[in-house]
């Protein structure tokens, strides 16, 4: 499983951006998908998951500002973030659990400045 996360930047606090992790394979196929994010000096933490069904799931902070979705006929998952705040600024990665495994993407840098 390969995963290539993309779609980061530099926003100003308000704006939106939206990432893509495009998978080698099937997305249909993995329990769930997922991005975390971390910030320098911090513990990666879980943003949004999304299982195979559809359910979806968000940290607090994400709540009503983030968006997660996913195109199982382009292999490719979405993380929608609007209104962003200085806070989120972090490396965003994108993960899926398929198998015993979980595989991570490459990460993709948000800056969101003030």
């Known amino acids: 499983v390969q995963l290539q996360a993309s779609g980061g930047g530099l926003v100003q606090a308000g704006g939106s951006l939206t990432l893509s992790c495009t998978a080698s394979g099937n997305i249909a196929r993995y329990r769930n998908m997922g991005w975390s994010r971390q910030a320098p000096g911090k513990q990666r933490e879980s943003v949004a998951t999304?299982?195979?069904?559809?359910?979806?799931t968000y940290v607090d902070s994400a709540k009503g500002r983030f968006a997660i979705s996913k195109d199982n006929a382009k292999n490719t998952l979405y993380l929608q973030m609007n209104n962003l705040k200085p806070e989120d600024t972090a490396v965003y990665y994108c993960?899926?659990?398929?198998?015993?495994?979980?595989?991570w993407g490459q990460g993709t840098q948000v800056t969101v400045s003030s």
């Open positions: 993960y899926c659990d398929y198998l015993f495994g979980t595989y």
């Open positions: 999304i299982t195979s069904d559809g359910t979806t």
